[in-house]
């Protein structure tokens, strides 16, 4: 049995208590923290998302906007809509749900979106800040609730040899900067890794960000491993599984966490975090 099952619902819980306090200092400003999903198309990890957002966001008392587009926009009708949402001053925070449609470009609505609005890491500026180490910086937010997961089970990082699974954009690669800036040793391992199963066993610390289901064997987990899974697989019966055999790792693992009720469900906690913090500085 592994020692701590890391829930993501007992994490959140604890970021809401400070969160609504926070949104409570801001109301008595006469600030109300606005969130703008837009969204284009209706995906059913994009809805699953946000309807767990519109959840925790109204929660702690964010007000979320939603502005759906057409699957079959045209990129100029998207950059303006988009726009329109940058502009918009009663708006504090934004997050478009990616990938896009083949058809559009995501590049010109990175470049443009403020990035003091930018809630997931869109902007090249925020990802220098995020590559830099400079937390001024909002990172996506999936990587920054592993960050609020092991911290919550008072995981140390210093000197701590972790692998991840996984080299994107959106979890292993900003991963891998956060966890540096608190003085990890990181491995990212992906497809041409040439001994994935030892690099894995090396590591005191798994982080499951392959997003492949049950890829992650008992086989490859050292005895008393922490192991984070942050994989969102979609079976064909429309069951939800991580990229971690769970089943067989668990008993092996010091601390998991599962799929669902772990990582993925602290990725809206911390974009509620980022929207607090973006409607106290606009408003400075
Ligand atoms: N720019 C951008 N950033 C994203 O982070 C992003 C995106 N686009 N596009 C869509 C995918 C999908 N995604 C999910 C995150 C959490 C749950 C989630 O809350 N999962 C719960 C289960 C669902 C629930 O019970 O609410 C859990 O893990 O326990 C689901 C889906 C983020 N995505």
Do not use: W
Not at 164 to 191: D, E, F, N, Q
Request: aromatic content about 4%.
């Amino acid at each position: 049995m592994a020692k701590v099952i890391m829930k993501g619902a007992e994490v959140a819980a604890a970021m809401k208590e400070k969160l609504v306090r926070e949104v409570e200092d801001l109301k008595a400003r006469g600030i109300e923290p606005t969130m703008d999903i837009v969204r284009v198309g209706a995906k059913p990890e994009d809805l699953a998302y946000e309807r767990g957002a519109r959840k925790r966001l109204e929660g702690i008392g964010i007000r979320l906007v939603v502005t759906e587009l057409p699957e079959d926009i045209d990129q100029k009708h998207f950059e303006e809509e988009f726009s329109k949402v940058n502009d918009d001053p009663k708006i504090n925070g934004i997050m478009l749900f990616r990938p896009l449609p083949k058809h559009l470009d995501e590049e010109p609505v990175d470049r443009m979106i403020d990035p003091g609005k930018d809630m997931d890491c869109m902007s090249p500026v925020n990802i220098a800040k995020v590559f830099s180490g400079d937390e001024t910086g909002f990172a996506p937010c999936t990587p920054e609730g592993v960050m609020e997961m092991l911290n919550h089970y008072g995981i140390q990082l210093k000197g701590k040899r972790v692998t991840i699974v996984g080299r994107s954009m959106v979890v292993g690669k900003p991963l891998a900067m956060l966890m540096l800036k608190k003085h990890a040793t990181i491995t990212i391992c992906h497809t041409r890794t040439a001994d994935l199963a030892g690099t894995c066993r090396n590591a005191e610390i798994v982080v499951a960000a392959a997003g492949k289901a049950g890829m992650i064997t008992a086989d490859m987990v050292s005895e008393g491993a922490v192991v984070a899974d942050v994989g969102i697989n979609v079976g064909a019966d429309g069951k939800m599984c991580g990229d971690v055999d769970y089943e067989n790792v668990e008993p092996k693992a010091s601390y998991i966490s599962p799929v669902p009720g772990g990582c993925g469900s602290v990725t809206s906690s911390v974009l509620a975090k980022h929207v607090v913090i973006a409607a106290g500085r606009q408003n400075g």
